[in-house]
């Protein structure tokens, strides 16, 4: 009885995660969004708008995972980690949905004022479907079955697509290398 | 997880072009390793594979240097140190908003639960059979200050 009292008070107590904490979390991620987001729309200030309307739409449409996240019961502190892996992605897809659509929109009209573009030509002549595998998984370092969740595909065509565009990319600088 | 593309070299050619009968069979896992995509089990028994293998350590110097390629090639575009700060204020006063708005909401929700608390709590101390409780209590009262 005692101990089955003890256990009801603590699910009862809920512990407020800090602003600053809950900031830094966006904060660390942003950037690496930034960069992903700019494989879709090679120019700073779309892609940084990209970032800022996908952590808004996520945090619109997934209220009650945001809420979760701010308000911790004692007993799940081992969700926390889950929720924020689950956020992670949700925003990394975000932007790619985000990405591709501004990048439709903009239509290539986007001028190259950085260099991005000239200096990994070869990069940005892929197309978007194969740029963001092998961003993923080679910039980004994501695991396939992330990269699937992500992009919504299946892990084989993850697989196929990576494999397809590490070839063409090896040999694309191979060629211009002369080996 | 099972899948043939995973067990064949990620590039989709052939070990450094070798000859069939001069590949090892542990040559397919080589991208894997270097992809950190193994299992730890799997990693540790290539690690020691590849102490005494010459066939899989020149696949391995080779699918190195074309990782290497390939990261060169795929961009991690960086913002300057004044682009950057002027970024993370954005996204750190659009984060501090949507934390406020959850607390808020979960404020609102905590007030829901208590005025749901307080009304189960009136409805049940007036309660048909508490009120009737309470008069004969009051009479019994009454009768024991009377007499």
Same mark, same amino acid.
């Given at each position: 009885m005692k101990g089955y009292c003890l256990n009801r008070l603590i699910k009862g107590i809920i512990i407020t995660v800090k602003e600053s904490d809950f900031v830094s979390f966006f904060k660390k991620y942003s950037l690496d969004l930034f960069s992903f987001s700019y494989i879709y729309v090679p120019d700073q200030l779309q892609a940084e708008q990209v970032v800022v309307d996908?952590?808004? !739409? &996520?945090?619109?449409?997934e209220k009650e995972l945001i809420d979760k996240l701010v308000k911790i019961p004692s007993t799940g502190f081992n969700d926390a980690k889950r929720l924020n892996g %689950?956020?992670?992605? +949700?925003?990394?897809? %975000?932007?790619?949905?985000?990405? %591709?659509?501004r990048s439709q929109q903009l239509n290539g009209s986007v001028s190259d004022q950085s260099g991005m573009k000239s200096k990994y030509s070869d990069f940005y002549s892929l197309? +978007? *479907?194969?740029?963001? &595998?092998?961003? +993923?998984k080679d910039s980004a370092g994501k695991s396939i079955e992330d990269i699937s969740k992500i992009l919504g595909k299946s892990e084989y065509e993850v697989? !196929?697509?990576? !494999?397809? #565009?590490? *070839? #063409? +990319?090896?040999? !694309?600088?191979?060629?211009l290398q002369g080996f | 997880m099972s899948c043939s593309l995973q067990r064949d070299s990620l590039f989709g050619v052939t070990p450094l072009g070798l000859e069939n009968s001069e590949?090892?069979?542990?040559?397919?896992?080589?991208?894997g390793y270097l992809d950190?995509?193994?299992?730890?089990?799997?990693?540790?028994?290539? =690690?020691?594979?590849?102490k005494g293998c010459d066939i899989c350590y020149g696949q391995m110097l080779d699918s190195t240097k074309k990782f290497n390629t390939i990261k060169r090639s795929?961009?991690?575009? $960086?913002?300057?140190?004044?682009?950057? =700060?002027?970024?993370? @204020? @954005?996204?750190?006063?659009?984060?501090?908003?949507?934390? =406020? $708005?959850?607390?808020?909401?979960?404020n609102l929700v905590i007030k829901k639960q208590k005025i749901e608390f307080f009304?189960?709590?009136?409805?049940?101390?007036?309660?048909?059979e508490l009120v009737l409780l309470y008069i004969f209590l009051g009479m019994v009262v009454s009768i024991e200050f009377w007499f």
């Open positions: 996908s952590i808004l !739409a &996520v945090s619109l449409k %689950k956020l992670q992605i +949700l925003l990394y897809s %975000k932007v790619a949905s985000l990405g %591709k659509t197309g +978007l *479907d194969r740029r963001e &595998v092998i961003f +993923l697989m !196929a697509i990576l !494999a397809g #565009t590490r *070839d #063409t +990319l090896v040999n !694309a600088s191979s060629h | 590949s090892c069979e542990k040559a397919q896992f080589i991208v950190a995509s193994l299992s730890p089990k799997k990693l540790t028994e290539i =690690d020691e594979h590849l795929v961009p991690h575009c $960086k913002l300057k140190k004044t682009e950057r =700060d002027h970024f993370l @204020e @954005e996204v750190s006063l659009l984060s501090k908003q949507i934390y =406020d $708005k959850s607390k808020g909401n979960q009304k189960k709590m009136m409805s049940f101390l007036f309660s048909r």
